[in-house]
């Protein structure tokens, strides 16, 4: 079935460092692909998406590339601040569906 | 708009006890989804709605676990009987499904259950 694989955490990284968040996926033919993040005691956020192959998605600074070849979309951010601190998910929904498929999770700390 | 609403966000309770989780969606939203959070299985999703019907409920753990979405702006979980390992945090979502490929999936805060 269709799975999906975050870089284990935590991630701990002082503030204005560069973020890389490793995520691959396996699944049929074209799925979109999205990081949903999860601020403290809140639910979770769409960060950004891609629908397509190549297609880059951003928001926030955070951008993520959909790498058909690689089967993954990695999460990066050049300058990461205290306020990015947060759960970060790798998430797919196969071509047509309306399922979410979400990796582990991903816990990020910024220090100041 | 408030958002999806979930009540209540915290609920104690002890093993053997029913426990009820509801949940309004966004308005005009005709999807509903939940979801279950735990440390050692990450987020699963457990059944979803489309217009108030149950499309898929195979992440349903077992028959202690039922949900239902009697209109478009409620739904409830229940739990009946209630075990320790059903503690999680139990999100729900909503989302409106229309001709495009992807509608986002906005989620509530989630309730806190704990089963003693």
Redesign the interface.
Known sequence: GDSVTQMEGPVTLSEEAFLTINCTYTATGYP?LFWYVQYP??????LL?A?KADDKGSNKGFEATYRKETTSFHLEKGSVQVSDSAVY?CAL?A??A????????TRLTINP | DAG?IQSPRHEVTEMGQEVTLRCKPISGHN?L?WYRQTMMR??E?LI?F?NNVP??DSGMPEDRFSAKMPNASFSTLKIQPSEPRDSAVY?C?S?Y?GGA??????????TRLTVL
């Open positions: 979109s005691g809140e639910g979770l956020q769409l998406k629908t998910f929904s071509q047509g309306q399922k979410l498929v979400f990796g582990q999770g | 999806v999807s989804f990450g987020l999703l979803y489309n499309i898929d999100f979502a989302s499904r490929t992807y509608n986002e999936q906005f989620f509530g805060p989630g």
